[in-house]
């Protein structure tokens, strides 16, 4: 017999019957979810009920205004209201039916809409992906007239003399770019000295690709001194000691009916915008084979999701300060800050079997802008890689290779043997 036959024979009433169901809906959820879950903070209760017809009326009065009173005579102007009244509707549709995520602060939603704007992304990648790059190039003059134009190459290692003038012109406003993205990159990572190997590493490739991309092309002083020690120095210490604060934090959250006083609302109105809870990131990348791939892996990505922007706006011409980069960027943070946790969670948890859903898509996301680019890219990179590049790089790779096999099947091994020695000498006396 069905659960839903049994609890038509207790005799209880059809609201009585409807509670019970959803709850034991809730605990199916619960127990066959993947990897963790945190219970949803009833403090703000109106923002936790569901709204889907609500959002459905404001939705429809939306496309009745637009649909009335744009004028229907642009082309260009409809087929924008067009694409954003469709990715409307996917976003609302995403609210309603995806499942929630690792984060529940400031609400639930918020995390749902993230990731439907990461498949958004990823389909119109994907179909960027089968179009030609010139192409490609004219799709981004439908985002911007100004778009489409190929830009000018930019050196910043003309002149490398260490001076003061020279440093004063190598500051624009990409140094504020730098300290932002490596604090965020600090929320994302939350770890010191895995946010110093991947800064380090970045500025290496930065070296070893400046055949390619000529804004690579910097300073002895611009990469170590302005950006490593400065740059990046600063957004990693900023972004650490916002970590930490997070995690010393005692986390006792009151509703806001239980507060007396105004300042004390406001207080815990303004905490829904922070963490409902902190996790911190030991990835302890030698403890075990799979932590260690996963912490190359993980690297990896973190590295194709910087490189890769500087060569969609090289294929696609589109200069770095325009929105479109920035949007991306901020789209990325965004979407890296669940993707990580879920990624942390399946790295780290032996009990997890299954990627989350934010970091299934990142993934996903960022291989398909390096097909983007590999397909983009013929023809453009003619340069071959200079020997030093191939042999740096080569050796870093036996170096990593040779270190995995020392650590996970030599060094156990001999553990092992020496293990047994002793105990056969033990038997022997």
Not at 116 to 127: C, G, I, K, S, T
Not at 172 to 181: E, P, R, W, Y
Not at 388 to 408: N, R
């Amino acid at each position: 017999m069905s659960g839903d036959d049994a609890l038509d024979d207790v005799g209880l009433s059809l609201q009585q019957r409807r509670v019970i169901a959803a709850t034991s809906h809730a605990q199916r959820a619960r127990h066959l979810s993947p990897k963790f879950h945190e219970s949803t903070d009833p403090t703000l209760e109106f923002f936790y009920h569901p709204r889907t017809l609500s959002v459905l009326v404001c939705l429809l009065a939306g496309f009745l205004y637009v649909a009335l009173f744009i004028d229907p005579s642009n082309d260009i102007l409809n087929t924008k209201w067009g694409l954003v009244a469709l990715c409307s509707v996917f976003i609302v549709i995403s609210v309603v039916l995806f499942r929630d995520g690792p984060f529940i602060r400031p609400h639930p939603a918020l995390w749902r809409a993230v990731l439907a704007l990461n498949v958004l992304y990823e389909m119109f990648l994907v179909f960027l992906l089968f179009q030609s790059k010139q192409t490609g190039r004219q799709m981004m003059a439908f985002f911007d007239p100004v778009l489409g134009v190929e830009l000018p190459e930019r050196s910043y290692g003309d002149n490398c003399a260490l001076t003061v003038e020279n440093v004063r012109d190598g500051i624009d406003i990409f140094v504020l770019a730098h300290s932002l993205g490596w604090f965020g990159k600090a929320l994302i990572i939350r770890n010191h000295t895995m946010c110093w190997i991947l800064s380090i590493t970045f500025e290496l490739l930065e070296y070893s690709l400046a055949h390619q991309l000529p804004n690579f092309n910097e300073c002895w002083w611009d990469h170590w001194i302005l950006d490593v020690f400065t740059c990046n120095w600063l957004g990693i210490y900023v972004g650490m000691k916002w970590c930490e604060h997070f995690k010393m934090k005692t986390y006792t959250w009151h509703g806001i009916r239980e507060i007396p006083t105004i300042k004390g609302k406001l207080s815990r109105a303004g905490a829904q915008f922070t963490p409902h809870s902190w996790t911190v990131y030991q990835w302890a990348p030698t403890r075990r084979f799979k932590s260690f791939a996963g912490f190359i892996v993980f690297a990896v990505l973190l590295m194709l999701a910087e490189l890769n922007v500087f060569y969609l706006k090289s294929l696609l011409w589109v200069p770095p300060e325009h929105p479109l980069v920035i949007t991306r960027l901020a789209l990325l943070f965004l979407i890296a800050l669940p993707s990580a946790r879920e990624y942390y969670e399946y790295y780290s948890n032996p009990r997890c079997k299954r990627m989350g859903a934010h970091c299934w898509m990142l993934i996903t996301t960022l291989l398909t802008e390096l097909l983007i680019i590999v397909k983009f890219g013929r023809g453009e990179f003619s340069e071959p890689f200079p020997t030093p590049v191939i042999a740096f790089w080569s050796l870093v790779a036996s170096i990593l290779v040779g270190f995995s096999i020392w650590q996970f099947a030599i060094a156990p091994w001999l553990r092992r043997r020496r293990s047994s020695a002793r105990t056969d000498d033990s038997k022997t006396e």
